[in-house]
């Protein structure tokens, strides 16, 4: 049995920092240091904890002039974890497909509008793509296989707006359906974290 967004929903009441704006991203096949490399990703110093790098990320931006980002990765089991405050990079097809060559690529992303986008690819193929708050806008070559999962875990399919709205914690729940892997506060507070900046790629001006 899968568990559901309300197993999730600790993450909004427990890190409202990260919370608001996010892009988690699971990777099966690459290494930290390989997915750095795909994303053409800089080096820099390790940070420990989840707040440690929520700090170092908007002080990034701001030092940046938004041109680049800080995301942090580690290792968990045989995924690589990657994590963006307030980044998109993981739902970014541009950029998340050609990283995907020969891996798996699961991906959700949240920002402080609400706008959300859930992304699992394979080998550079779009699985499924959605926005969590309306997932009955679907499409890739798997699009309409994991419609009983979303449902049972929690995604709303119908006209009526739900009285608690579950789809940012569901979106970690289909990520651990898909990889496995459960994101936990432990995993978050206590990780030394592989860091590196990552050029934000925005369209030329018209």
């Given at each position: 049995?899968?568990?559901?967004?309300?197993?999730?929903?600790?993450?909004?009441?427990?890190?409202?920092?990260?919370?608001?704006?996010?892009?988690?991203?699971?990777?099966?096949?690459?290494?930290?240091?390989?997915?750095?490399?795909?994303l053409?990703?800089?080096?820099?110093?390790?940070?420990?904890?989840?707040?440690?790098?929520?700090?170092?990320?908007?002080?990034?931006?701001?030092?940046?002039?938004?041109d680049?980002?800080?995301?942090?990765?580690?290792?968990?089991?045989a995924?690589?974890?990657?994590?963006?405050?307030?980044?998109?990079?993981?739902?970014?097809?541009?950029?998340?497909?050609?990283?995907?060559?020969?891996?798996?690529?699961?991906?959700?992303?949240v920002?402080?509008?609400?706008?959300?986008?859930?992304?699992?690819?394979?080998d550079?193929?779009?699985?499924?793509?959605?926005?969590?708050?309306?997932?009955?806008?679907?499409?890739?070559?798997?699009?309409?296989?994991?419609?009983?999962?979303?449902?049972?875990?929690?995604?709303h399919?119908?006209?009526?707006?739900?009285?608690?709205?579950?789809?940012?914690?569901?979106?970690?729940?289909?990520?651990?359906?898909?990889?496995?892997?459960?994101?936990t506060?432990?995993?978050?507070?206590?990780?030394?974290?592989?860091?590196?900046?990552?050029?934000?790629?925005?369209?030329?001006?018209?």
């Amino acid at each position: 049995m899968p568990k559901t967004g309300a197993d999730y929903a600790w993450f909004e009441n427990d890190f409202p920092d990260i919370a608001e704006a996010y892009c988690f991203t699971l990777v099966r096949g690459l290494t930290p240091a390989e997915v750095v490399s795909r994303l053409d990703g800089r080096e820099e110093t390790p940070l420990r904890g989840i707040a440690a790098v929520v700090d170092a990320a908007y002080a990034r931006y701001d030092l940046e002039r938004g041109d680049r980002q800080l995301v942090a990765l580690t290792a968990v089991g045989a995924w690589t974890l990657l994590i963006e405050p307030n980044g998109y990079l993981g739902v970014t097809e541009e950029r998340a497909l050609p990283a995907s060559a020969g891996a798996t690529w699961v991906s959700h992303f949240v920002n402080i509008n609400a706008v959300g986008m859930f992304l699992w690819a394979e080998d550079q193929v779009r699985r499924l793509c959605f926005d969590p708050m309306f997932p009955e806008d679907r499409w890739g070559t798997a699009s309409d296989e994991l419609v009983d999962v979303m449902q049972r875990i929690g995604f709303h399919f119908g006209e009526d707006a739900p009285e608690t709205d579950l789809s940012s914690p569901a979106a970690f729940a289909l990520a651990e359906h898909l990889t496995g892997i459960a994101i936990t506060p432990t995993l978050l507070e206590d990780t030394t974290y592989t860091c590196a900046t990552v050029e934000i790629r925005r369209p030329p001006a018209p």
